[in-house]
């Protein structure tokens, strides 16, 4: 099962900044509470987020034992994190390495890795039981590889896991693809009305063998740009706004993006998925327009546009992964 989670590292909180003193009047002090301010701004993500916990690898403070000023800030955002029931797990790096006692030690709802050996820490949690796995640093200087440490340590966790992954599929003649959640087939022809084309589920390919695959790709993102135009200002309309620009890429991470500049971005992945989802996925973006974040403000604009949030991001969550299969040569 899908589980949310927010990941952070090399926060430093509260570093001194040695050498900065010199500066202008005032950057000083405002470089000084940078990293306490984005600890604030990572709270609030979480917080907004609904993550179930946080997961903070390494070198949180910038000294072993921190600071008064940063001990302080962090122990008030685990607070406002205990909450809302979300736990954090603490791995300390070489510049807060865990020589002693861990100043977030006891505290309710965190969870510190010990050094030098990987170990695992496992919670029931609402949505279900997650393992989490870590090592802290024991001191600044260590030549050990701790990651490979705990890969060896789990082989046959790391096997079952990539026996999971679904095998890969090329584009080209003779594969069975999803088109808009249908599975069609790919063939090739020696004539047709254009380049590649879509007839009774069949997708259609003609030219030298070589070149199918990539045409294949092409006529995709073709079909998936000229939906995802339509879709976006279709909902944008009824948010009166619109988007600077809509862009069709491959992203392995994210399904959809809305940058500060109103830029839609989208997979053409999703034009293998059902209608349904790629209409939820423009939808939620297009409301970034509206709100960049997810607050409830966010979430009403885009249950405004969709009739149904569940079946969608349900649909994601079981089968996402699969459309990262399909692939040119």
């Known amino acids: 099962m899908p589980r949310r989670f927010i990941h952070a590292a090399d926060l430093h909180l509260d570093s001194p900044f040695v050498g900065i003193g010199t500066l202008r009047e005032g950057f000083a002090e405002t470089m000084r509470d940078a990293s306490l301010e984005a600890w604030d701004a990572l709270i609030d993500c979480c917080l907004e987020e609904e993550a179930e916990f946080l997961v903070l690898s390494g070198d949180l403070f910038d000294r072993a034992d921190g600071t008064p000023r940063g001990r302080s800030r962090v122990r008030r955002g685990i607070e406002r994190l205990r909450g809302?029931?979300?736990?954090?797990?603490?791995?300390?790096?070489?510049?807060?390495?865990?020589?002693?006692?861990?100043?977030?030690?006891?505290?309710?709802?965190?969870?510190?890795?010990?050094?030098?050996?990987?170990?695992?820490?496992?919670?029931?949690?609402?949505?279900?039981?997650?393992?989490?796995?870590?090592?802290?640093?024991?001191?600044?200087?260590?030549?050990?590889?701790?990651?490979?440490?705990?890969?060896?340590?789990?082989?046959?966790?790391?096997?079952?896991?990539?026996?999971?992954?679904?095998?890969?599929?090329?584009?080209?003649?003779?594969?069975?693809?999803?088109?808009?959640?249908?599975?069609?087939?790919?063939?090739?022809?020696?004539?047709?009305?254009?380049?590649?084309?879509?007839?009774?589920?069949?997708?259609?390919?003609?030219?030298?063998?070589?070149?199918?695959?990539r045409r294949v790709v092409d006529f995709l993102k073709h079909e998936a740009r000229a939906v995802f135009e339509e879709r976006a200002l279709v909902h944008a309309a009824k948010l009166n706004v619109k988007p600077s620009r809509i862009t069709v890429r491959d992203t392995a991470s994210r399904w959809g993006s809305c940058s500060s500049t109103r830029s839609l971005s989208f997979s053409w992945r999703l034009i293998l998925a059902p209608d349904f989802v790629l209409d939820y996925v423009v939808a939620h973006e297009v409301a970034h327009l509206r709100e960049m974040n997810h607050s409830p403000r966010f979430w009403a604009h885009v249950a405004s546009l969709v009739d149904d949030l569940d079946a969608p991001q349900d649909w994601l969550r079981k089968h996402g992964r699969e459309l990262q299969r399909y692939a040119a040569n």
């Open 84 to 213: 809302a029931g979300i736990h954090v797990f603490v791995v300390h790096g070489n510049h807060d390495p865990l020589s002693g006692r861990s100043p977030l030690a006891g505290l309710e709802g965190v969870h510190v890795f010990r050094k030098d050996v990987p170990t695992s820490e496992m919670l029931d949690l609402p949505a279900g039981p997650v393992t989490v796995h870590g090592v802290s640093f024991g001191k600044r200087e260590v030549t050990e590889n701790l990651a490979l440490e705990f890969a060896r340590g789990e082989t046959a966790w790391i096997s079952g896991q990539r026996a999971k992954v679904p095998g890969a599929v090329t584009l080209a003649p003779g594969a069975v693809i999803p088109f808009k959640g249908v599975a069609h087939e790919i063939r090739a022809s020696a004539k047709g009305p254009a380049p590649v084309w879509r007839e009774d589920g069949v997708i259609w390919v003609r030219g030298r063998p070589a070149h199918a695959s």
